[in-house]
């Protein structure tokens, strides 16, 4: 008997490109950032931050996957949020953006963000298996714990809309712990969709550091504010933050976290 045909998911945020970081900017470590996602082999992808230019880079040096997200701005550009699909694995059926707001307005600012913010969402199907997914990318403002905590809202309450009785990941950066009310109001066990952070429904437990954040040199301790959430027809087999480090430092000033899904037993 063969066990359940398992996936990699991964969430990045792979800093956006200023000089501002000086040796550290995007020129100087975007080989390293495309080379960790391949080396981690996963065949979902969420990215946060990513200029279009830098989108369209990550684009060509992984070519295996279908990459689709559009700039939080309504020009298109701005930030992404976008999805990585292995195209060997998966097909997709559906996209979409949506904007975390009161209003859900193109480039709209919600409740005391700073910036406007987006959620991307697909529907697909795996190849293999047949089995229907949903996958949402996430990242919450830096800045607004009201826009934070309504964003969580937002999710929680549209996410059964969205996944449309589909088995459903969440990845993506919250600007926030596992300590604070965005991450509470997604695992709420009373709420419309039941997430689970992958890390603790884990059989193997969680590998590798307990941060998420990075000064690019240096990792900064007990700040793991990038989460992979799945409903509970998935399982997990392993989960961990990535702490790939090359001479010069991080590729980013964020860890990558990746884990290993199943639909079902």
């Not at 047949?130 to 996410?159: K, M, Q, T, W, Y």
Request: net charge negative; with cysteine; proline share 5%.
């Amino acid at each position: 008997m063969t066990g359940p045909e398992t996936f990699r998911t991964l969430t990045y945020n792979v800093r956006y490109d200023t000089d501002a970081d000086g040796e550290h900017a995007w020129r100087h470590r975007r080989e390293r950032v495309a080379r960790t996602v391949r080396f981690n082999a996963p065949d979902l992808v969420g990215l946060q931050e990513p200029l279009t230019h830098q989108f369209e880079y990550l684009g060509e040096r992984l070519s295996a996957f279908a990459w689709f997200g559009r700039g939080r701005l309504s020009s298109g550009e701005g930030e992404h949020c976008p999805i990585g699909v292995r195209r060997s694995r998966f097909s997709i059926e559906e996209t979409g953006t949506i904007w975390l707001s009161e209003s859900g307005e193109e480039g709209s600012v919600g409740w005391d963000a700073k910036l406007p913010r987006i959620l991307t969402w697909a529907h697909l199907r795996d190849r293999r298996t047949g089995s229907p997914l949903a996958i949402c990318n996430v990242h919450f403002d830096h800045v607004g714990e009201d826009a934070r905590r309504e964003s969580a809202r937002l999710i929680a309450a549209r996410l059964p809309e969205i996944a449309a009785g589909r088995p459903a990941i969440v990845v993506g950066d919250l600007n926030c712990t596992e300590r604070d009310e965005p991450y509470a109001i997604l695992t709420d066990p009373d709420g419309p969709v039941e997430l689970v952070d992958a890390r603790y429904a884990s059989e193997t437990g969680h590998h590798g550091p307990t941060t998420t954040v990075t000064t690019f040199e240096d990792r900064v301790q007990e700040r793991k504010i990038d989460h992979v959430f799945v409903s509970a027809a998935l399982s997990v087999s392993r989960h961990g933050v990535c702490a790939d480090r090359y001479d010069g430092g991080y590729p980013s000033d964020h860890l990558p976290v990746l884990a290993e899904l199943s639909v079902g037993e």
